[in-house]
C-alpha cells in the first residue's frame, strides 16, 4: 500500500456527463500527479500540482481540469464526457515538487467507463 | 524531449530462471531512471531508481538493474524469478538536466513467470 488514495475505485456514466476523481496523497507528500492509462496511448501524464499551485502540464484535454486544495487533496474533473475518455486514472504524490531525486508513488487508480 | 522504450512487449521465463526486462531511454541532459511495477487491477508500484553513483541499483523484492551510459539502457533483473512476479513492469525517466519534472514512461512490458 502506498498511502495514496483514490475514490471512486469505479466509476460508470454516459457520455455528455461530468466526473470528479478524488486523490488525498502520502503523509507529508506536497506534489500531486494525475496520469490516464489506456490501452491505446499507455500511461499518460495529464497534471502535476505542488503545495496549491499548478507546476506541470501533459497531454491533458481542455475539457479535463485538476485543482489541489489546502489539505493537499486534489480532484481531476473530467467533463463532456466520450467513448475515449474510458481509462484508467492515476494519481500519484511525491514529497517534492518533482525534480531530481523525487519519486512519485501511485494510488490504486480510478476505473472511468463512459457508455 | 525525453522518451523510454521497452522494445519487448512480453517477456516468458521459468520459474527459479534468471530474468531481464529491457529499457533503453533518451534524455537531453543526465537521465534519472525509474522502473515501477503493476499488477493487475493495482496501481503502479515503486521497484527502484538511479539517480547517481553505482551503476548497480538494488530495489525490493530481490530486484536489481543496471545503468549503462553509453547504451543509454537501465535493464531490470532479478537472479531467480519467481511465480508471483508475473506482472507489467514500466521504466521511466526524468530528464535531469531539464527543469521540467515530467516523468516518461516506457509501454511496459508484461513478465510472465511459468512454474
Known amino acids: 500500500d502506498s498511502g495514496v488514495t483514490q475514490t471512486p475505485k469505479h466509476l460508470i456514466t454516459a457520455t455528455g456527463q461530468r466526473v470528479t476523481l478524488r486523490c488525498s496523497p502520502r503523509s507529508g507528500d506536497l506534489s500531486v500527479y494525475w496520469y490516464q492509462q489506456s490501452l491505446d496511448q499507455g500511461l499518460q501524464f495529464l497534471i502535476q500540482y505542488y503545495n496549491g499551485e499548478e507546476r506541470a502540464k501533459g497531454n491533458i484535454l481542455e475539457r479535463f481540469s485538476a485543482q489541489q486544495f489546502p489539505d493537499l487533496h486534489s480532484e481531476l474533473n473530467l467533463s463532456s464526457l466520450e467513448l475515449g475518455d474510458s481509462a484508467l486514472y492515476f494519481c500519484a504524490s511525491s514529497v517534492g515538487g518533482g525534480g531530481g531525486t523525487d519519486t512519485q508513488y501511485f494510488g490504486p487508480g480510478t476505473r472511468l467507463t463512459v457508455l | 524531449a525525453q522518451s523510454v522504450a521497452q522494445p519487448e512487449d512480453q517477456v516468458n521465463v521459468a520459474e527459479g530462471n534468471p530474468l531481464t526486462v529491457k529499457c533503453t531511454y533518451s534524455?537531453?541532459?543526465?537521465?534519472?531512471l525509474f522502473w515501477y511495477v503493476q499488477y493487475p487491477n493495482r496501481g503502479l508500484q515503486f521497484l527502484l531508481k538511479y539517480i547517481t553513483g553505482d551503476n548497480l541499483v538494488k530495489g525490493s523484492y530481490g530486484f536489481e538493474a543496471e545503468f549503462n551510459k553509453s547504451q543509454t539502457s537501465f535493464h531490470l533483473k532479478k537472479p531467480s524469478a519467481l511465480v508471483s512476479d508475473s506482472a507489467l513492469y514500466f521504466c521511466a525517466v526524468r530528464d535531469g538536466g531539464n527543469a521540467g519534472n515530467m516523468l516518461t514512461f516506457g509501454g511496459g512490458t508484461r513478465l510472465m513467470v511459468k512454474p
Open positions: 534524455v537531453s541532459g543526465n537521465p534519472y
